[in-house]
């Protein structure tokens, strides 16, 4: 891969997810990166810790993001964003997923004519409920290059009319994430018992999304659920800032009195206690992928999925409920055998290479679009 100009390539990102999804391509980026942070994601647990984690450049941060409704978060983060793009030196964007933070690092690349990148392009839940749905239609029409993690993820974009030659399938960043952040297995075991667990003999939960946390009573189904289950093997649950305070007004702590409640953990941590967990249970994106990884089971409790290759073999898909319990027993009852079997396949997500082939198109994308302004010099 050619050196690229300082700066030239803005990596747009704000949440946890992106931060861990684009790490390693902002690694083999180097100086060419500028890392640009909305600040959508603003408390030390959730992003500042992270970037420390993983040795991400101090990014440009935007201010007055956080925390607002979602069309001021796009609006406030696509004003500034202009500005960064109008004085800076980006030749190219990437943005990563489907958060707010993305959609505004798309248009704003937009505005200005930049190409943009989209890592982790072509997901679809096809529910119309999830904000993030319409945050990857919006970004997928205007992107000029498609990372598409999976043949699903370029077929999704294929039946949309995007053309093949935008699409490109990369694999899903995540793998490699993963492989190189999970610790070392004597670190992993000093870990769960230093917590005093052993390994296999918990479950590993986390709950966040508006559908599970927002409305009561899909948020005592979860919890109460995850509660009868703390009856018969210790649950961790890292407590997302989000749950925790919809939990409180909910009047729904007691709930969590049985489960081993943590504050949200490192990436580091947060994988070892994966890595060695009986079975997770979730309603994160990220975790769908990276028990392919891993190589163990979770039940994800939500309403939809758009990553339904992690659902043949090592996911089931339940609504918060009754369903929940049955689904976790069965897989829980599977035992050793049947995290053996998961630990054997290859996971569907890649082979660890998707932030290389990502860098290898950026510089072809920047190097193609500074050539005629070098020539002319
Ligand atoms: N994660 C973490 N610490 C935790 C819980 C999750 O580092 O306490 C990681 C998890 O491994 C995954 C990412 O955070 O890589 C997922 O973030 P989130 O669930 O917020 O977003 P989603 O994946 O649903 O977009």
Known sequence: MPALPPRSVAVVLGTRPELVKLTELIRLLGPAAHVVHTGQHYDEELSGRFLA???????????????????????????QLDAVFRDGPARAVVVQGDTNAALAGALAANARALPLVHVEAGLRSHDRNMPEEHNR?????????????????????????????RIDVTGNTVVEAAHRQLPAERVRLAYLAGLGLTPDG????????????????????????????????????????????????????????????????????????????????SDSGGVQEEVTVLGRPLVVVRNSTERPEAMADFATLVAPGPELGRAARERLALGAAGRAQLAALPSPFG???????????????????????????
């Open 137 to 165: 239609v919006l970004i997928d029409r205007i992107a000029d290059v498609l990372c598409a993690a999976t043949p699903e993820n370029r077929a999704n974009l294929l039946a949309e009319g995007v053309p093949a030659d």
């Open 53 to 79: 984690e993983f040795g991400i450049p101090e990014p440009t941060y935007l201010t007055g993001v956080g925390g607002q409704p979602r069309a001021v978060q796009v609006s406030a983060a696509l004003a």
């Open 351 to 377: 082979d660890g290479l998707a932030s290389q082939r990502i860098a290898e198109l950026l510089a072809d994308l920047v190097t193609a679009r500074t050539a005629p302004y070098a020539a002319a010099a």
């Open 202 to 281: 918990y479950l590993l939960a986390t709950v966040h999304r508006p559908e599970n946390t927002d409305d009561p009573a899909a948020l005592r189904a979860v919890l109460g659920e995850l509660a009868a289950l703390a009856e018969e093997v210790p649950v961790v649950l890292p407590l997302h800032p989000r749950t925790r305070a919809r939990a409180e007004a909910a009047g729904l702590a007691g709930l969590l009195a049985p489960l081993r409640v943590t504050r949200p953990l490192g990436y580091r941590d947060f994988l070892a206690l994966a890595r060695h967990a009986a079975l997770l249970v």
